[in-house]
């Protein structure tokens, strides 16, 4: 018995797949650049929600009509883009969410002697003089 046929993509889904994936990355290197940089962990739910939307979009399936659907084939429809999210992809958008909502409700305000120095780039002449 076959569980799932698969489909070849569509030109639609393979953009919307690939902004997607670029979403997902773009998500996941803000998010530990901030976790870095501001040494809260709370950044880190968004990088793993960010990492997961990846996952789940590069493994997604396109499943045939009539067939019978497994556990990693379900999935949710988003009707205005006309997707489907497999079950991992919408994992990473809700952790992804609620790491941004963690971290907006519980970020600490920092003093102005504790803040980062910002990145300050020097000239190539002053690299160059002896």
Same mark, same amino acid.
Request: proline share 6%; glycine share 12%.
């Given at each position: 018995?076959i569980l =799932?046929v !698969?489909?070849?993509p *569509?030109?639609?889904?393979?953009a919307? /797949?690939?902004?997607g994936v670029?979403?997902g990355?773009l998500? $996941?290197?803000?998010? $530990?650049?901030l ?9 880190h739910l #968004?990088?793993?929600g960010?990492l997961?939307?990846?996952a789940?979009?590069v ?6 009509? #009539?067939?019978?659907? /497994? =556990?990693?084939? =379900? /999935?949710?429809?988003? %009707?205005v883009v006309?997707?489907r999210?497999? !079950?991992?992809a919408?994992g990473?958008?809700i952790?992804a969410l609620l790491?941004? *909502?963690?971290t907006?409700?519980?970020?600490r305000?920092?003093?102005?002697d504790?803040? %980062?120095? %910002?990145?300050?780039h020097?000239?190539?002449e002053?690299d160059? =003089?002896?």
């Amino acid at each position: 018995m076959i569980l =799932a046929v !698969p489909l070849p993509p *569509t030109p639609g889904q393979v953009a919307v /797949g690939v902004i997607g994936v670029l979403a997902g990355a773009l998500i $996941a290197s803000v998010s $530990a650049f901030l976790a870095r940089r501001s040494h809260n962990w709370l950044h880190h739910l #968004g990088t793993v929600g960010g990492l997961l939307i990846v996952a789940g979009i590069v493994g997604q399936r396109t499943v045939a009509d #009539g067939a019978r659907l /497994g =556990a990693w084939d =379900a /999935g949710i429809n988003v %009707p205005v883009v006309g997707v489907r999210l497999d !079950p991992v992809a919408a994992g990473g958008i809700i952790l992804a969410l609620l790491g941004l *909502t963690l971290t907006l409700l519980f970020e600490r305000i920092v003093d102005e002697d504790d803040r %980062p120095r %910002p990145l300050i780039h020097r000239a190539l002449e002053d690299d160059d =003089a002896v």
